[in-house]
């Protein structure tokens, strides 16, 4: 298994809810805050990381700094974003929508869905 997705969420739960969804045909990389998923995706050298979870409300670096990261960087073409978030306020997901994302998961979700937008996601 080459593929890697990216979870960056502060909850354990969210975190374990994903990678049991997906940890079949794709290895999980968690990361607690906006600044470890930026690390896991400058040390993905081999290019591996083909896509991110991430929630939006997170500790040290929240999710819209890792979308400025992404932007100022290229790098949604490279490594497709769906944010997953407790937040569904018009604001957000609007804000959320001016960047290149994919798709809006907002919780609670089910397995079901996480492995529909990773589907999504990676087509």
Avoid: C, W
């Avoid at 969420?9 to 794709?26: H, P, R």
């Avoid at 805050?33 to 930026?38: Q, V």
């Amino acid at each position: 298994m080459n593929r890697t997705i990216i979870v960056a969420d502060d909850s354990e739960i969210i975190k374990n809810i994903v990678e049991k969804a997906l940890s079949s045909e794709f290895n999980i990389l968690k990361a607690s805050n906006g600044k470890e998923a930026i690390d896991h995706i400058v040390n993905d050298t081999e290019r591996k990381i083909v896509g991110l979870l991430l929630d939006l409300n997170m500790p040290e670096y929240d999710g819209f700094m890792v979308l400025n990261y992404f932007k100022n960087n290229n790098l949604f073409n490279r490594i497709p974003v769906a944010i997953i978030s407790g937040d569904d306020s018009k604001d957000t997901i609007d804000k959320a929508f001016t960047y290149g994302i994919v798709d809006m998961l907002n919780k609670p979700f089910s397995m079901d869905n996480v492995k529909n937008i990773v589907n999504k996601m990676i087509r």
